[in-house]
């Protein structure tokens, strides 16, 4: 589906609230934006816990590298996406989900997120203090697409913050990032995830249908095997999802 024909953006325009986030229908689909200019998520009415958007199909790929994943930390809730998914497919996860904004937690119940148990958490918060107050090794996947209408929070891509997700993750452990489309954004989540997990731990993907980019590290040390292991998965979740690898471009398989 195309979200930016002409008509659509007028109709979102005259919705648009100062950065406050809002609800646009059309059809069976259901769009969460901030502005006219950007969808921040996408629903099927008729499909809630499908992942329609091809990033959010993108950052599904983090089962490939661990698929039975016990805690699931998610920084960023918009419409819910990633957490219905997370929710239906994966029964023994636990899911624990950030949120800052309240107005977007208003919304939850229009994007059909199922109400907090035992297996999901949806919790109005800061996500770095709260991430700082963890223990060492206690989540296996951390899944950041913590977006607001400026875009990503500068402190969201700091040293600091991906320090403290790999002081996190256990052995094996992934984070996956949605680093949206702009330049600055991604080439500062790179940078510093690079220099903490490492080079050939951390990779760069951008989509090959939009302009979306992704990035995946994996909490491991640095062992020959190990390493030739990764490379060939980071390989495969790109032939599966259609990505680019745009960094590191040496990874070959062994």
């Not at 899944?143 to 209408?149: C, P, R, S, V």
């Not at 040293?159 to 992934?174: S, T, Y």
């Not at 990035?215 to 979740?237: P, T």
Request: aromatic content about 8%.
């Amino acid at each position: 589906m195309n979200f930016f024909t002409p008509e659509r953006i007028a109709k979102t325009r005259a919705l648009a609230q100062g950065g406050k986030p809002f609800i646009f229908d059309d059809g069976d689909m259901r769009t969460l934006h901030f502005n006219e200019q950007v969808v921040q998520s996408a629903m099927r009415l008729s499909a809630p816990d499908e992942l329609v958007i091809p990033y959010t199909q993108a950052m599904a790929g983090f089962l490939s590298l661990h698929p039975l994943p016990q805690h699931i930390l998610m920084i960023g809730l918009g419409g819910g996406s990633l957490a219905k998914y997370c929710y239906r497919h994966l029964p023994l996860a636990r899911i624990t989900v950030l949120e800052s904004n309240a107005d977007v937690l208003l919304l939850r119940d229009q994007f059909l997120i199922p109400p907090d148990d035992a297996r999901l958490r949806v919790i109005q918060v800061d996500a770095i203090p709260y991430i700082e107050n963890l223990a060492v090794g206690s989540v296996d996947v951390i899944m950041l697409d913590g977006f607001d209408a400026e875009g990503v929070s500068a402190t969201l891509r700091s040293p600091e913050f991906f320090m403290n997700c790999k002081a996190i993750l256990a052995d094996r452990g992934v984070l996956i990032i949605n680093m949206g489309d702009q330049h600055d954004h991604i080439v500062g989540t790179v940078t510093q995830g690079q220099a903490v997990f490492g080079a050939f731990h951390h990779w760069w993907f951008k989509l090959v249908t939009d302009n979306s980019h992704v990035a995946v590290a994996v909490n491991a040390a640095d062992d020959a095997i190990s390493d030739a292991c990764l490379r060939n998965v980071a390989l495969k979740i790109g032939e599966q999802f259609s990505l680019e690898l745009v960094y590191p471009k040496n990874l070959t398989p062994e």
